[in-house]
């Protein structure tokens, strides 16, 4: 995602279009690996934007959700975000604190493999 950068105005996630929660996808920012997904809504947002550190929606605690804040230690910094073109998901490219991002202690939330056998397989770090 490089190239020229032009600046718009009114720019801004549509929180509104999906029912106030967006999906954010979270990228490792030097390496590419995918690590996780997760939902934003508009709080959670503003307090990224705030703090440089990832926060997110808890779609089954139901509340604002600091990443690695107060528990593990783990936060995600934020090195870029974009919005796609619909401005209905966010892609996050992070700094993992600690190198692990899943609930699990894994390093990816991404750790069921398909096989040819269309059975899943746990996929060690």
Same mark, same amino acid.
């Given at each position: 995602?490089? *190239?020229?950068?032009? /600046?718009? /105005?009114? =720019?801004?996630?549509?929180?509104?279009?999906?029912?106030?929660?967006?999906?954010?996808?979270? $990228?490792?920012?030097?390496? !590419? /690996? =995918?690590?996780?997904?997760?939902?934003?809504?508009?709080?959670?947002?503003?307090?990224?934007?705030?703090?440089?550190?990832?926060?997110? &929606? %808890?779609?089954? +605690?139901?509340?604002? &959700?600091?990443?690695?804040?107060?528990?593990?230690?783990?936060? $995600?910094?934020?090195?870029?975000?974009?919005?796609?073109?619909?401005?209905?998901?966010?892609?996050?490219?992070?700094? $993992?604190? *600690?190198? =692990? %991002?899943?609930?699990? *202690? +894994?390093?990816?939330?991404?750790?069921? $493999?398909? !096989? =040819?056998?269309?059975?899943? +397989?746990?996929? /060690?770090?």
């Amino acid at each position: 995602m490089s *190239g020229k950068v032009i /600046e718009l /105005e009114n =720019i801004k996630p549509d929180f509104e279009k999906t029912g106030g929660l967006l999906p954010a996808v979270v $990228q490792d920012a030097k390496t !590419g /690996e =995918i690590l996780m997904l997760a939902y934003m809504n508009y709080e959670s947002f503003q307090q990224t934007l705030i703090t440089g550190e990832v926060h997110y &929606w %808890s779609r089954s +605690r139901r509340e604002l &959700w600091h990443k690695g804040g107060g528990s593990s230690g783990r936060v $995600q910094k934020v090195k870029a975000l974009y919005l796609d073109c619909d401005l209905d998901a966010i892609l996050i490219k992070i700094e $993992q604190v *600690g190198g =692990i %991002s899943c609930h699990t *202690g +894994r390093r990816s939330c991404f750790h069921y $493999q398909l !096989g =040819i056998d269309q059975k899943f +397989r746990l996929v /060690e770090d």
